[in-house]
């Protein structure tokens, strides 16, 4: 069983030195996966290498997710490589296909995101396989003329996708590993995005499921906190859709929260419906002690040590 936390940091003096610390922390809990999404300060994946290279305890070090939409796939393939060099090998590499702010934000349209989404896949796994590539689309072109390949950066990165929409998940099961979903809760993974990515894909794909849950003795507070810190997401037409897929109002309700028997069990329910990896996010929703108590949880659960029901 591969379980993970999405790190992020609030209130930091150095995010790359807070992030350092609080991997260090979970994976004194046993937490062997740990995340970090891309948001327009850092840069993911170098964070997570200096993250994966600091904490060698850790299996995984991962972004979830870069937008494709102002990136070029020769510049994703050095940023990915350099950081599998650095971790030896531990770095996974997730894609997104963007949205109305990621453009808003380079200035360029958000047109067409399918095809934007296949070229950069087609390009990028040539360059990546290949070491070179000699690549001419509609929206992207690589020719290097030097090679690609960075010493070190074995085994072959994993490629992965935060597609659920049906057209996303096609491209990324005929082209990635796998795909990276958010806020789309067992019945949707079930029912929609499991059988549209693996009639797809080739070889059994990857289901990374992120899900937002703490292990809290205060529920109440816990929802209330999840429904104001998500709502943001109501707001996408991706993430609204699968929202209303699983039968919800507010992204918040998605959130598992309450003792280690209920997330544990909530887990469980991830599994059963095709999730391959569960990566619990918002871990701080209740403050650090339930923070830990949560890591601690996934710590068990991987181990063994707490089985899942």
């Known amino acids: 069983m591969t379980l993970g936390v999405a790190l992020a940091q609030t209130n930091s003096a150095n995010y790359v030195d807070d992030s350092v610390r609080q991997a260090r922390a979970a994976a004194g809990f046993g937490v062997r996966s740990v995340w970090f999404g ?26 979830s997710a870069i937008p494709v939409l102002g990136r070029h796939p020769l510049l994703i393939s050095a940023l990915a490589q ?21 453009a808003t934000a380079f200035g360029v349209p958000f047109d067409r995101p399918i095809a934007r989404l296949r070229e950069f896949l087609t390009a990028l796994r040539e360059i990546l396989d290949t ?19 960075v010493p070190g950066a074995q085994p072959r990165i994993p490629l992965l996708v935060a597609a659920m929409g049906p057209q996303a998940l096609r491209v990324t099961g005929e082209l990635a590993d796998g795909t990276l979903p958010y806020l789309a809760g067992p019945k949707t993974l ?3 995005i499991v059988p549209a990515i693996t009639r797809a894909a080739t070889a059994a794909p990857r289901v990374v499921a992120f899900v937002p849950g703490a292990v809290t003795s205060d ?18 037409p991706s993430y609204r859709r699968v929202i209303e897929l699983e039968g919800a109002r507010r992204a918040g309700e998605l959130a598992v929260v309450g003792d280690e ?5 909530a887990i469980r329910r991830y ?12 871990t701080d929703l209740t403050g650090p002690a339930d923070q830990q108590r949560t890591w601690q949880l996934l710590g068990d659960l991987t181990s063994g040590r707490t089985p899942v029901r």
């Open 219 to 236: 529920v109440e507070a816990a929802r209330a906190r999840a429904i104001e810190q998500l709502a943001f997401y109501e707001q996408v």
């Open 82 to 102: 350099t950081a599998q060099a650095a971790t030896h090998g531990r770095y996974q590499l997730g894609l997104a296909l963007g949205s109305t702010l990621a």
């Open 190 to 192: 079930e029912e929609q």
């Open 131 to 149: 070491g070179g590539a000699d690549f001419h689309g509609e929206f992207f072109t690589a020719t290097p003329p030097l090679p690609t390949a």
């Open 271 to 282: 599994y059963d419906a095709g999730a391959t990896e569960v990566v619990l996010t918002s």
């Open 38 to 63: 891309q948001r327009m300060d850092y840069d993911s994946p170098a964070l997570a290498a200096l993250v994966g290279r600091a904490v060698p305890e850790l299996a995984q070090v991962g972004t």
């Open 261 to 265: 028997e209920t997330v544990a069990a």
